[in-house]
């Protein structure tokens, strides 16, 4: 068995300790997620077992929506309510034409430093150990999209917000970077992630139904990882080929997007090919398991 688990992940739970978790009820090793979430995170983590491994890449780098509360007036060292506070400001004079012009200004294209408690590595280390060990770790702005920020509530001090992003973009950095933007400073306090490109929050399964019922019946098709990408359908002769490694002639009708997933004539999805000048190559095959 193979496939996509959508698994509603709980509070104080590691994705890590999910993937365990779920090697245990399935039964196998050959299990891994598909983008972190903070222990104090919830919501849309996805899971791959069996082959569909091989198709984390593309589920990785889909947008992520997310819902969070930041707590403002407060400064922790982990940008998250799991650190210790190192700052506090007032924040009771802060309205929401205020923060409405805070938020324009980290929509679209910017640049984020990740947060120093984060599993990024340097040298080999993930920063969270360099950090605990005190040390210095140099972090570097990257690049990532915030697609769309908008306001859902503010009682002071808590501000309640919708993002929707690009893999890569940290929700407590923003976070952060909001509450020093409004001069106050902020963290996170609650964050749930619902919806990872089309797997949404409302499809998710808890690891406790997974476990009291069949598994099986919540596992969705591998290709579901790809659904982003051009589909290309194959003949007979032409899936022969593709399944021993061979190249096989692209044509106009066909996809002129690269990377595509392809399928049998049945509908049987097995692979991913790549084009390489009037040719496609095989990138990543599926073929079908025998016994």
Known sequence: ????????????????????????????????????????????????????????????????????????????????????????RPFSHITSSDIEKALETFRGPIEQIPPIYSALKVDGQPMYKLARAGKDVERKPRPVTIYALDLVDWTPPNLQLRVICSTGTYIRSLAHDIGDFLGCGGHITVLRRTAVGDFNISDAVSLETLQAEEWESFC????????????????????????????????????????????????????????????????????????
């Open 1 to 88: 068995m193979e496939g996509i688990l959508n698994i509603d992940k709980p509070q104080w739970l590691s994705s890590h300790d999910v993937v365990a978790r779920v090697r245990r009820i399935c039964n196998t090793r050959r299990v891994g997620h598909a983008g972190t979430l903070d222990p104090l995170a919830t919501g849309v983590l996805l899971v791959c077992v069996g082959r569909a491994t091989r198709l984390s890449e593309y589920l990785m780098g889909q947008r992520k929506t997310y819902t969070a509360t930041v707590r403002l007036g407060q400064t922790t060292n982990t940008y998250d309510a799991e650190g210790e506070v190192t700052e506090e």
């Open 220 to 291: 969705l098709p591998s290709d579901e990882a790809v659904t982003i990408l051009p589909r290309l359908n194959a003949s007979q002769e032409e899936t022969k080929a593709l399944l021993l490694g061979q190249r096989i002639p692209y044509s106009p009708e066909q996809p002129q997007e690269s990377p595509v997933r392809v399928y049998d004539p049945l509908s049987q999805f097995f692979g991913i090919l790549l084009r390489e000048d009037d040719m496609w190559r095989p990138k990543k095959m599926f073929p079908p398991e025998s016994g």
